[in-house]
Every structure is written in structure tokens, then in C-alpha cells.
């Protein structure tokens, strides 16, 4: 409408520099422009005045999820011992967002080291029993802390968890599962008219990991020659109630959170991100965003003056963002889910398991021992794996896409190149979303090797590194559900 404006003001101009036939034409001439602007500022008023009617609802709700007492962290294979106090607690949060036709979706973000396969279905399927939320209208993101606990089941085995406190670690998951449905609902319950607005900002801090050494950075940093793939990118989607209060902001961003490896319990960069944005805006709930960081860390680390250094540097591009005219986000929400069909190596042959079972490497004895007990009670150890994708389209002005696992930061790169479009919606890349079973290479990662590549399998109960379809069946299934979604109706 604002475009409508200036080409009819603009027309007036040109209009005014022609030569006068005669009064009346003129007049009359003058009398049809005017009215064309009137006539364009009551259509746009109306529209304005109808997209406030029929605007968005929006409600949001946290819950805190800081184990009670101390409790076996997840993240480090080196951790040794549980955790021991509290420098900041962790949270959950949720945000549920309806279009004008009630079409919803639920975001909930977490400060946590993964969501597993079964705590995201147990989720969705609770959601769509309690609230008849599809699972495509529910996404859950993690902030990948490694200052939380470890909520993986599996790894009682695989860390010799002590007993007392592998039990604890089952019954927080339970505990997590009915506090992340409860918080769904009350997100619902909280709903009331909105506006939606994008922006987008820079934080520089995430270095990718593969390509520059940590002891370096800093020197590498000062001389302009840090090298490999980062999206610096800060995507903040601002919410804000019928009085122009700010309710929520959501903000992204691709980088591990990996800045201390001490025993104590933080959000890391992300935690202090966020408590920095609420106390700046007390009324607002402010929902970290876990990008495709799986190759990225901050860097340096390892100081608790970098959490605060780090969490001001994120909270400060977020209030750019907010601070920038932004783009008003309106139209219908759509939604998408699918298993992008993955496929794993075979596992090592039958001596070298027996071999690896003698191993000095505790891992590598391990998994061994795990794949040797499988083929022992006749299961044979899957090769597929299927990985959930899922897009979130706010009408025509941003797409959201939600990959599951520890994606490289290539899948970023390469979603916004093949999506972002002049004039079309901004593209939103989050990792880490619905199932954080391990790394998601691209075939360059793959193809390289390296810990992110495969090495890491090495603490999964996966038979081999992925095969070289990896990241075109990932492409091939988000393509599909672009498609699905299509555009704005
Ligand atoms: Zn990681």
C-alpha cells in the first residue's frame, strides 16, 4: 500500500511539471490524483485496520528444567564426575502462534544438549492427543548446552554412569516429557492478538572448528585469515501484542555452545543471550534458536567471562534486529514433516569388532561390544535412518526450516542459496530440531572425515558414517516439502 502511495504521489509530481492545458483540465486532473491518494491511504488504512482484526495470536510459556540437586551432564565424554551447583538455570519456553484461520504451530526451545528420537515423538504425540496438534505443528529446538544434563538413555552404558544417577537421568526425562507437553498447553492458553516482524543482524563469534585451530583463532581473528564455511546470521522474529508490547523474540544463531566444559549448570552464550534480552525487556520472553552449528564453535573459549562476553554479543545483534524497521510478517502458516531416508556404512567386520572389543580406547570396546551383542541376539544393526526435516512457511515472508541432528553449517549456506529469493521469504535455518541423534554431515564433511564427518560415531549405537547420499536425500526431502507447503494461497 505504502508503494501504492508513492507511485500515486509520484505521479502527481510528474504531473505537475507538465504544462498547463487550462484550469479546469487541470483541476480536474489534480482532483483525480487526490482522490487517488485518499483513495490509496483508505485502502491502506482498512487493510491495516483488517490485518490487526484478523492478525496473529500469539502466546508464550516457560518452565524451568534445572535438574534438582546434582545430576550427570551431558556432553563431554570426559566428564568424570556429576555436576556440582548452578551458575545459571536452564529453561524450556514455547511459543504458540495462529494465523488468522486458527492454522497453528508450537515452537518450543530448550536449554538442553539434544532432544532424542523418543522424547521429540513422545512430545508431538502427546501434542497431538492433548491439543490435536499435527506433528508437523510442533518444533522442538535445543540449544545444544553442554552445561545441562544428559537426557540420552544410551550413555548410561556408554559413560559407566553410576547407577544412583543413571536412574536419576531416566526419571528427569520423564519428568522433561510432561513439563515440555504441559508447557505446549499453556502457550495455547496464553494466546492473544499479534504482530509478527523479521529482522535479521551479525554476531561474529562462531569460528568454524574444522578449519582453523583453536590456539589460533585469536591471532587468526586480528589478521582478517580465519578460514571454512560460518553463517554469522541472526535471525529475530518479533512479537508483539495489540499495544505495541513486545511479547517474544526469537532469535537464531549457528554456533555450538561449548564455551565451558566446567561442572556447572548454564545455557552457555545462549542462556546468558537470553537472560540479557529479558532483562532488557522484562515483558517479553526471549527463545533461543540452536542454528546449523554442528561444525562451529565460539571462539576462544573456556572462560566464564566469554559466557557473558559472547551472551552480550548475541543479545546486542538481537536488539539491532528489534531496533531495525523489520519486516511485517503476515499471511497464512503452513506447515511441513517428512523423514529425509538417510543411509549408514556397514559396521566393521566380525573380526575387527572382536579385535576393537580389546581395545584401550573405552569407545571403541563399547560399541564393539554393542554391535557383537546385537548380531549375538540375531537383530541386525539398521542402515537407514530416517532423519525428520520439517518447514514452517509465515505466509510469503519467511520460511523456517528445522533439520534434526547436529547439522554442519554448509546446510545453512546451502538452504538460503537454493531458497532465499528477491522479494521472496527470508530464510530461517534451524539444526538441532525434533531429533539430535549425532553429527549431519554434508558430503563435504563427509567426504573429509574428521570427528563431524564420522569420528563421532563412534558414540552412537550406528552401524557406519553415513554413505554419500546424505545430503541430497536431506535436499530431495526438503525440496518435497517446500513443495507440499507452496506458496502463499
Ligand atoms: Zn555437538
Not at 40 to 65: D, M, N
Not at 350 to 363: A, D, I, V
Request: contains cysteine; proline residues 5%; hydrophobic residues 40%.
Amino acid at each position: 500500500m505504502k508503494l501504492q502511495t508513492i507511485r500515486t504521489l509520484t505521479n502527481l509530481a510528474t504531473l505537475r511539471k507538465k504544462p498547463v492545458p487550462n484550469f479546469q483540465f487541470e483541476c480536474r486532473r489534480y482532483f483525480i490524483a487526490v482522490a487517488a491518494i485518499v483513495l490509496s491511504l483508505h485502502v491502506a488504512f482498512a487493510s491495516s485496520g483488517r490485518a490487526a482484526e484478523r492478525s496473529w495470536r500469539a502466546g508464550v510459556a516457560r518452565t524451568k528444567i534445572t535438574p534438582d540437586g546434582s545430576y550427570w551432564m551431558g556432553g563431554y565424554a570426559s566428564r568424570k564426575r556429576p555436576s556440582e551447583g548452578t551458575l545459571q538455570d536452564l529453561y524450556a519456553k514455547a511459543i504458540a502462534i495462529d494465523d488468522a484461520s486458527g492454522s497453528r504451530v508450537v515452537i518450543v526451545t530448550t536449554d538442553l544438549l539434544v532432544i532424542t528420537r523418543d522424547l521429540g515423538e513422545a512430545v508431538k504425540r502427546r501434542a497431538a492427543e492433548k491439543y490435536k496438534l499435527p506433528p508437523s505443528r510442533v518444533l522442538l529446538n535445543c540449544s545444544h548446552t553442554h552445561c545441562g544434563p544428559e537426557i540420552r538413555l544410551y550413555r548410561g552404558s556408554l559413560h559407566n554412569i553410576p547407577t544412583d544417577l543413571a536412574r536419576k537421568m531416566h526419571a528427569y526425562v520423564k519428568q522433561l516429557e510432561d513439563k515440555l507437553v504441559k508447557l505446549v498447553g499453556d502457550a495455547i492458553a496464553n494466546q492473544k492478538s499479534a504482530r509478527l516482524s523479521y529482522a535479521e543482524s551479525q554476531a561474529a563469534f562462531a569460528v568454524n572448528r574444522r578449519n582453523n585451530r583453536a590456539a589460533d583463532v585469536p591471532r587468526l581473528r586480528k589478521e582478517g585469515k580465519l578460514i571454512g564455511p560460518v553463517d554469522h546470521s541472526v535471525p529475530v522474529l518479533k512479537v508483539t501484542d495489540a499495544e505495541g508490547q513486545v511479547v517474544a523474540i526469537l532469535f537464531g544463531y549457528a554456533c555450538h555452545n561449548t564455551i565451558m566444559s566446567f561442572y556447572q549448570t548454564s545455557g552457555d552464550y545462549a542462556g546468558f543471550a537470553q537472560q540479557y534480552i529479558e532483562e532488557k525487556h522484562p515483558q517479553a520472553v526471549a527463545m533461543f534458536v540452536m542454528g546449523a552449528g554442528g561444525d562451529q564453535n565460539p571462539e576462544p573459549r573456556r572462560k566464564v567471562e566469554y559466557l557473558h562476553q559472547y551472551g552480550r554479543a548475541l543479545a546486542d545483534a538481537v536488539e539491532t534486529a528489534l531496533d531495525a524497521p523489520g519486516r511485517e510478517v503476515s499471511g497464512s502458516l503452513r506447515a511441513a514433516l517428512a523423514e529425509a531416508p538417510l543411509e549408514f556404512q556397514p559396521h566393521a567386520d566380525l573380526g575387527t569388532l572382536q579385535e576393537q572389543t580389546k581395545s584401550s580406547n573405552q569407545y571403541e570396546r563399547w560399541k564393539a561390544n554393542f554391535v557383537l551383542s546385537e548380531l549375538d541376539a540375531g537383530r541386525r544393526i539398521s542402515r537407514q535412518y530416517g532423519l525428520p526435516i520439517q518447514a514452517v512457511a509465515f505466509g510469503d515472508d519467511l520460511m523456517m526450516v528445522a533439520i534434526g541432528g547436529e547439522c554442519v553449517v554448509d546446510y545453512s549456506v546451502r538452504t538460503k542459496l537454493r531458497y532465499a529469493r528477491n522479494g521472496g521469504p527470508a530464510v530461517w535455518v534451524a539444526g538441532y530440531s525434533n531429533d539430535v541423534f549425532g553429527y549431519l554431515p554434508t558430503l563435504r564433511v563427509l567426504q573429509e572425515g574428521g570427528y563431524e564427518g564420522g569420528g563421532h560415531m563412534i558414540y552412537t549405537k550406528f552401524p557406519g558414517p553415513f554413505t554419500d547420499t546424505i545430503e541430497e536425500r536431506v535436499f530431495e526431502t526438503l525440496d518435497r516439502l517446500v513443495r507440499e507447503m507452496g506458496p502463499q494461497p
